[in-house]
């Protein structure tokens, strides 16, 4: 299946690399982007409680994809209470809820890699996500009104925010896929200076990359916040970006005068386990293309994450 739902990419999604040489909309010293919370409840508490322990002026931004496996709508409306409170862009997930386009399935806009049953199985994922948001038209009003990328400046160095890539919010641009590629890895490097950017945090891909470029500029993918990200390794991944290291980190790189550090979401893996499979039971279509994930880990290691120079 080369085109159809899940696979295409909605030209509302597109904002253009040139977009994210806006002018940084907030000023912090450290600065926490989480992707890909999922629904996952335990994660978002647990990342929520280690944000808290950040000291100085600060911000969290949730790049998107942070609903996914909430199809309840206490959970989901509990889930976009908690994020809100935070700052927030959207991702494909929360874009196709708010705003659905004909055609787009998930929005995810999945490359040929990634195989046709899983495209589908997420289709019929955001079709059961929507029958559980369909009741909260508040919660999809403020979906609806969030940025699709945002530009911050920890101390006086430019990162943006996205959820796809530099040109797209379900772009695999920045995929860690793409970035292994001489093309991919020289239009991160040129986006980043087309954003006049040191750092540009993106997610959307489902594996994390830190991959650093010549001039001190870095793309960091966080993978997911609320699924494992690596196999044999439970915790999910945030980027935090600062002017002072953490001692947390599990990997890290500088850019200029900021350190980008992966920072472990250490949550409770066998509480979540529980409640995903009472919202995804065997059979169902997300217990078929993520539950190996969730116990297991993606087959995918820390070393490959880790880049510390272009290809
Ligand atoms: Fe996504």
């Known amino acids: 299946m080369a085109e159809g739902p899940g696979r295409s990419c909605p030209a509302s999604y597109r904002y253009g690399g040139r977009a994210l040489a806006a ?38 931004v949730f790049n998107g994809d942070f609903h996914w496996f909430d199809a309840d709508a206490a959970e989901f409306e509990r889930v976009n209470r908690q994020v809100l409170e935070q700052l927030a862009t959207r991702g494909n997930v929360e874009t196709e809820l708010a705003e659905p386009h004909a055609g787009a399935g998930c929005g995810c806009a999945y490359p040929q890699w990634v195989g046709d049953g899983e495209v589908e ?10 029958l559980a948001a369909h009741a909260l038209p508040e919660a999809l009003a403020a979906l609806r009104a ?97 002017l002072r290291p953490s001692p947390r980190a599990l990997y890290a790189a500088r850019a200029g005068r900021l350190h980008v550090e992966a920072q472990p979401i250490d949550y409770d893996r066998a509480a979540w386990e529980r409640r995903f499979l009472e ?20 087959d995918y290691q820390l070393a490959r994450a880790r880049r510390t120079a272009s290809p």
């Open 146 to 242: 969030l940025p699709a990328y945002l530009v911050a400046e920890v101390g006086s160095e430019r990162v943006a925010i996205v959820h796809g890539d530099a040109d797209s919010l379900a772009g695999w641009g920045f995929s860690q896929e793409s970035l292994a590629t001489a093309a991919g890895a020289s239009a991160a490097h040129a986006a980043l200076r087309a954003a006049n950017a040191r750092v540009i945090a993106s997610s959307h891909t489902c594996l994390p990359v830190l991959q650093r470029f010549d001039g001190g500029r870095v793309i960091a993918n966080n993978g997911a916040a609320g699924m494992p990200n690596f196999r044999g390794a439970g915790y999910g991944l945030a980027t935090r970006v600062a």
């Open 23 to 60: 002018p940084a909309a907030l000023a912090v010293e450290a600065l926490w982007v989480a992707g890909g919370v999922y629904g996952n409840r335990l994660a978002l508490e647990r990342l929520l409680e280690l944000y808290d322990a950040e000291p100085g002026p600060k911000a969290l």
């Open 279 to 298: 919202l995804w039971p065997a059979g169902s279509e997300a217990h078929r293309s993520y539950y190996e994930r969730i116990v297991h880990g993606p």
């Open 121 to 130: 199985r997420s289709n019929r994922i955001m079709e059961r996500l929507r």
